[in-house]
């Protein structure tokens, strides 16, 4: 289905007078802004944007839709990212008005409902997590790991301990050590071991009295849990250091084992996948901080405070980092989190994880025959295949094999991560598919291993363009139209 | 339970191919000491039904600007959002899809970035803008980083008074363990003039931050700010209002090197602070140390125009602890709402919703100091917002809490960020606010200030 809507782009397709009149009649006398406003700072015209009528724009965008894969939609496999159902449910009473239109400058008073649910949010996260207190601030994961961060530098500095070293192992996510650099801290690499663990003797080695955090991601990226995780706290402990634990695969887990009991101090939630709030195309998602008793001081301002005759925030808090972010937090994620978290309950979040865990294995199993699993043969909620005997065999690549697949009409995996597997397809099914849909991912799989190199090597065939020349766009950057943009 | 499509049947089948008796034995290598024993102490769960009441109670003990009449401000805004902005963001298409990992099934997404970051650089007047960050305060911060990393030996910033108090604390916040100076300028007129901030550039400042308009609604000469910040050698940053880009001049145009911007305002509800957008947008040279995503277009292997994320190796996936931030995500979402809102509105929209929050606010601090005991704070000319103070900080909390009964947000009491400003009230109009609101708020200040003094309840 092709038709100039989505192919143009809105200045291609703009044509002067032809925007809506959204605005009302001024309704209070109406002066020419060079009565109010000094003529040197007024700009002759506004600015270039384009000018489409209503019935234009819907149409270029709802057609743009149509050139994107997504949960609603499709098998979403995309490891690390637990794409799973986004619940009705939740946006309806995200987008409830007495939510929505609520000004983040309002009297307390006036906001009494909305503090409450977020204060009991911050309550069941902190269950959750098997700490003491929660901020909800952070806008995202990778600013929970900073807030932590930084929180880590505030509890040092306040304990004038000078302490300069964020230890994250090698499978970690990329915004583990662009965290700990952001926030002022020397990021150190720590191996895996064969069977993808934390390789303890390599953190011994550098472990030290300069180790400020280690970060843990458990499960971690290989979708294993590391049954270390005990012992790799104490060891951190034992020199001083602290432990935060990035939540991003919460999903495996919820009920079933908590960060704080496995000794961790710190840990973000990504509410956006554990919590099913949609994933909006990239954001916006939101990363709730958990900390321990020790740590409490030190997080952001403000915090919600529950006092007799109501919910307040509370800006007193001198040890606090300060401010990660304008106003509160993204209150429209955290509502959604909220609508998930009562709608499963305890049992029901439980639930979620053992299916997670059960989809996984299964798919696991019948993919592994086709592409092997090194780390292998059991998983959380994800896994690791590798193509690289496809590579050496056959000369087709994780990236053939993920365009394949979308020909399929699978979403691929995620690929090239972790990237201490060579080739890697990272899946991640979430609780939310049927047998059916792993069965036909699975066989898509194998029916690929029997298609020829040179059909691999051009996939995807059946997608709205084929490959991108990304070299291209990286060593000429057009990141805008112009009225000479090339429009083929 | 919900959302579980397996069968009893499907469990059985899948454990068996699995190999195990049971989902537990799934977990059985976590050690104990670290197994969770008991059952996580949360609500009971709900039935969708009995949700959707739970939150239709807890919203009902809200009142939101629905049900009041807002003049509040401070970054965040009852602007109009058409209807076709909340339509088209609730496409499954878009808001269910993830980060464009794999261009050949994301080109709606892409596109919407490409035109999204056009359609910034046509607001701003500038070369690039990124495909968005989390909200105005941190991509304020992002931009002073930038300026930062951008110019070797150069540490200190200049930060105004009159740029947003939650900015500056963030900006706090993310330099706390950076080797920075951030030194703060006073603006007790309300805005910085040229010639006192010409003194404390020197050969060291890195940058200075220019809110435009600024925090208290006046509007600075950003003009001559950024001339004297060129010829002593230190970047511009402009935290720009993007509605005011409809009658005032693009930063771009004044020579502004960095613009961050806060997006909420381009057809982004309030939700009581986010999720909100941030803008960031820059000058050519700096392109390549900007934070975030960015779509950059390109062909495919049939010569097809198409769009990918490009120049990657800034960001953490690629460079790690050598990126240019650790942020990963855009606020995708909140982007398209802001393309559709400004392909929507267009120039003349812009400039029409631009003139009204000006005259609104112009006829507004008429009719609020006229016989309420009220007086502007500032002489400085002003956009859509600015300060009212009192004749003491009791009477300013007495009027904002009557206004609060008669049902009014009567502006946010400033004397929380500034202890000079006591008495002082920053209120906000948008086109949104119409003249018999405007009036009955004066009418409700004047007859606030006949009365005799009630009992003092703290606004806040």
């Given at each position: 289905m092709k038709n100039r809507y989505a192919t143009q782009l809105l200045f291609e397709l703009s044509k002067p007078g032809t925007a809506e009149e959204i605005f009302p009649d001024c309704d209070v006398p109406e002066d020419p802004p060079e009565s109010f406003l000094p003529k040197e700072l007024l700009a002759p015209e506004p600015p270039p944007l384009p000018e489409l009528s209503e019935p234009e724009v819907i149409r270029h965008f709802i057609n743009l839709s149509q050139r994107n894969m997504s949960v609603d939609t499709h098998f979403y496999?995309?490891?690390?990212?637990?794409?799973?159902?986004?619940?009705?449910?939740?946006?309806?009473?995200?987008?409830?008005?007495?939510?929505?239109?609520?000004?983040?400058?309002?009297?307390?008073?006036?906001?009494?409902?909305?503090?409450?649910?977020?204060?009991?949010?911050?309550?069941?996260?902190?269950?959750?997590?098997?700490?003491?207190?929660?901020?909800?601030?952070?806008?995202?994961?990778?600013?929970?790991?900073?807030?932590?961060?930084?929180?880590?530098?505030?509890?040092?500095?306040?304990?004038?301990?000078?302490?300069?070293?964020?230890?994250?192992?090698?499978?970690?996510?990329?915004?583990?050590?662009?965290?700990?650099?952001?926030?002022?801290?020397?990021?150190?690499e720590v191996r895996s071991d064969p069977r993808g663990m934390v390789d303890l003797e390599d953190l011994a080695a550098k472990l030290d009295a300069r180790t400020a955090v280690f970060m843990i991601t458990n499960p971690n990226t290989l979708g294993l849990f590391d049954v270390n995780i005990r012992r790799v706290a104490d060891m951190v402990h034992a020199a001083g250091g602290l432990v935060y634990l990035d939540g991003a695969n919460m999903n495996a887990v919820l009920g079933i084992v908590r960060p704080g009991d496995c000794g961790a101090d710190m840990m973000h939630f990504n509410p956006h996948k554990t919590f099913s709030g949609p994933h909006g195309g990239g954001g916006p998602g939101a990363g709730p901080v958990a900390v321990k008793r020790h740590l409490a001081d030190f997080l952001p301002v403000p915090r919600i405070l529950a006092r007799q005759g109501g919910f307040a925030l509370d800006y007193d808090r001198p040890k606090s980092i300060g401010r990660m972010r304008s106003f509160y937090g993204n209150i429209g994620v955290l509502l959604r989190a909220y609508a998930y978290i009562r709608t499963q309950g305890a049992e029901g979040l439980r639930l979620v994880s053992e299916r997670a865990v059960l989809n996984a294995n299964y798919l696991l199993q019948r993919v592994r025959h086709i592409l092997p699993v090194p780390h292998g043969p059991r998983c959380m909620h994800e896994f690791v295949a590798s193509a690289m005997?496809?590579?050496?065999?056959?000369?087709?690549?994780?990236?053939?094999?993920?365009?394949?697949?979308?020909?399929?009409?699978?979403?691929?995996?995620?690929?090239?991560?972790?990237?201490?597997?060579?080739?890697?397809?990272?899946v991640e099914p979430t609780e939310t598919e049927t047998k059916e849909t792993l069965d036909s991912f699975a066989e898509a799989l194998f029916r690929i291993t029997e298609e020829p190199e040179e059909l691999l090597h051009e996939a995807p065939h059946t997608t709205p363009i084929s490959r991108p020349d990304e070299v291209r766009a990286a060593r000429n950057p057009i990141l805008k139209w112009t009225p000479n943009t090339d429009s083929a | 339970m919900a959302y579980l499509p397996q069968s009893e049947d499907d469990i059985q089948r899948m454990l068996e191919a699995v190999g195990v008796a049971a989902v537990d034995d799934l977990f059985s290598h976590i050690p104990p000491e670290v197994r969770f024993g008991g059952r996580l102490n949360l609500p009971a769960s709900l039935s969708e039904a009995a949700l959707q009441q739970h939150m239709e109670s807890l919203a009902a003990r809200n009142t939101g600007t629905d049900r009041s009449v807002s003049f509040l401000g401070g970054g965040c805004y009852d602007h109009f959002i058409p209807a076709v902005v909340d339509f088209v963001a609730s496409r499954s298409e878009f808001y269910t899809s993830y980060t464009p990992y794999q261009p050949e099934v994301s080109q709606g997404n892409l596109q919407a970035l490409f035109e999204y970051q056009t359609l910034i650089t046509q607001l701003f007047g500038m070369d690039a803008s990124n495909a968005g960050l989390y909200d105005g305060a941190t991509a304020t911060a992002e931009a002073v980083l930038m300026a930062i990393a951008a110019q070797s030996g150069k540490r200190k910033v200049l930060i105004p008074e009159s740029l947003h108090p939650e900015y500056r604390q963030v900006l706090r916040t993310y330099t706390a363990n950076v080797d920075v100076t951030i030194s703060t300028l006073a603006t007790p007129r309300g805005r910085l003039e040229p010639e006192t901030v010409a003194k404390q550039l020197d050969a060291k400042t890195a940058c200075i931050v220019i809110q435009q308009p600024n925090f208290f609604g006046c509007v600075e000469p950003v003009d001559a700010l950024i001339r004297a910040a060129h010829e002593a050698g230190a970047l511009a940053v402009v935290v720009a209002d993007p509605i005011s880009m409809g009658v005032l001049k693009r930063p771009g145009d004044l020579g502004a090197d960095l613009v961050a911007a806060e997006g909420q305002s381009l057809g982004i509800p309030q939700q009581w602070g986010g999720p909100f957008l941030g803008i960031l947008a820059c000058r050519e040279p700096f392109l390549r140390r900007m934070p975030g995503r960015i779509a950059g277009q390109t062909t495919d292997r049939n010569g097809r125009r198409c769009w990918v994320l490009t120049l990657q190796t800034r960001e953490q996936h690629i460079r790690r602890e050598k990126a240019t931030s650790n942020i990963c995500t855009n606020q995708h979402l909140m982007a398209v709402r802001a393309s559709v809102y400004l392909a929507l509105v267009g120039p003349h929209g812009l400039r029409r919703v631009a003139h009204l929050c000006l005259n609104k606010a112009r006829y507004a601090a008429k009719a609020w100091t006229d016989g309420t005991g009220l007086r502007l704070a500032f002489d400085a000319p002003f956009f859509k917002e600015f300060v009212l103070r009192a004749e003491s900080e009791t009477e300013a909390a007495r009027l904002q809490e009557r206004a609060l009964e008669a049902g009014f947000f009567a502006g946010t009491a400033l004397g929380q960020w500034y202890p000079e400003l006591q008495d002082a009230i920053l209120l906000a109009v948008t086109e949104q606010r119409n003249r018999e609101q405007i009036d009955a708020l004066a009418h409700c200040f004047a007859c606030g200030r006949l009365r005799s003094p009630a009992p003092q309840h703290a606004a806040r």
């Open positions: 496999p995309l490891g690390s990212c637990t794409m799973k159902y986004n619940p009705k449910r939740n946006d309806r009473a995200a987008n409830l008005p007495g939510f929505v239109n609520l000004h983040p400058y309002q009297p307390a008073a006036t906001v009494q409902g909305l503090l409450e649910c977020l204060h009991t949010l911050e309550g069941m996260l902190a269950e959750i997590a098997g700490m003491d207190a929660v901020t909800l601030q952070p806008a995202a994961g990778a600013q929970g790991e900073l807030t932590a961060l930084l929180m880590a530098a505030a509890y040092f500095r306040d304990r004038r301990e000078h302490r300069t070293n964020v230890l994250i192992p090698d499978a970690a996510h990329g915004t583990n050590p662009a965290s700990a650099a952001m926030a002022g801290f020397h990021a150190v005997k496809w590579k050496a065999a056959r000369n087709v690549s994780a990236m053939d094999v993920a365009k394949r697949l979308l020909d399929y009409g699978f979403h691929a995996p995620t690929v090239y991560f972790p990237l201490i597997v060579r080739d890697a397809l990272m | -």
